[in-house]
């Protein structure tokens, strides 16, 4: 069985930094596009950053570059989001998810999010300014 756990959350002050981790388990990390998305009261879940579990290559969407970073440990099945520089629109709960990654960037796994069906309970972040 597929599972995620999601920790790191918290309240923190605008500016801030927060550390997100993903410890997964029921498969291997063997050409995995690993990815952290975040949902806002109200809105949609939004992809946020991703990782190749193959190469380590990383991708993030414009509400993410130059402030978050992400990173793996392949070998304890744990992705990890560092958040720097938070800001109040960063509230969210933070959740990740994995697809088998066939092509050559991680950020298929935004397109094809709709389809996934394993997803752990998130953690919340809350920024407050």
């Known amino acids: 069985e597929v599972q995620f756990v999601e920790s790191g959350g918290g309240l923190v002050q605008s500016g801030g930094s927060l550390r997100l981790s993903c410890a997964a388990s029921?498969?291997?990390?063997?050409?995995?596009?690993i990815g952290w998305f975040r949902q806002a009261p109200g809105k949609e879940r939004e992809g946020v950053s991703c990782?190749?579990?193959?190469?380590?290559?990383?991708y993030y969407e414009d509400s993410a570059k130059g402030r978050f970073t992400i990173s793996s440990d392949n070998a304890k099945l744990t992705v990890y989001l560092q958040m720097n520089s938070l800001k109040p629109e960063d509230t969210a709960v933070y959740y990740c998810?994995?697809?088998?990654?066939?092509?050559?960037?991680?950020?298929?796994?935004?397109?094809?999010?709709?389809?996934?069906?394993?997803w752990g309970k998130g953690t919340l972040v809350t920024v407050s300014s």
């Open positions: 990782i190749s579990s193959s190469d380590g290559i990383t």
């Open positions: 029921g498969f291997s990390f063997d050409d995995y596009a």
């Open positions: 998810a994995a697809v088998p990654q066939y092509g050559s960037s991680c950020s298929d796994i935004f397109r094809v999010s709709y389809a996934i069906v394993d």
